[in-house]
């Protein structure tokens, strides 16, 4: 397994908007109006197992030392989701110490995806309630984060 940067966008275009994927995007953008891209603050990966992309996450600054991460596998490729965790946390430790955290935000009602969070080391750190809008439903986000000291315990 192999995980990097990825600049060719109509490609994450054509991951993401895959039905299992996008069911975990929020409300408010269709799939035709959804345009990635990178930029100074944020940044697309690939996770590409055997020739086969199983795997991308979105990171953009969440503060000045802090990065914010959406993680995005496909079902079939979930017993790869740890390694693929374990690779982008070694990507992770490589940034400027003065990049101490790393952060998630993940819908109450996703409990496997809150699950594995804390499978791979990530801390409830709070909740902000109502914040997330599907099919006209408000849940709460769990927040949960890990520490760089954290993370070097995980490597």
Request: charge should be negative; include cysteine; aromatic fraction near 10%.
């Amino acid at each position: 397994m192999d995980i990097g940067l990825i600049d060719d966008m109509p490609a994450v275009k054509a991951f993401i908007t895959q039905d299992e994927i996008w069911e975990c995007m929020e409300d408010g953008v269709t799939k035709d109006a959804f345009y990635p891209s990178n930029d100074a603050l944020s940044q697309w990966l690939v996770c590409v197992d055997e020739g086969k992309v199983i795997g991308m996450i979105l990171t953009h600054n969440d503060t000045s030392s802090a990065i914010k991460m959406h993680p995005y596998m496909l079902s079939k490729y979930k017993h790869k989701g740890r390694e693929m965790m374990k690779m982008y946390y070694g990507l992770f430790m490589d940034l400027p110490e003065t990049i101490n955290k790393l952060n998630v935000s993940i819908p109450e009602y996703q409990t496997k995806v809150i699950n594995f969070a804390k499978k791979v080391g990530f801390i409830k750190e709070g909740i902000n309630r109502e914040a997330y809008n599907k099919n006209n439903i408000f849940y709460n986000v769990i927040n949960m984060g890990l520490t760089r000291s954290e993370i070097r315990g995980l490597v």
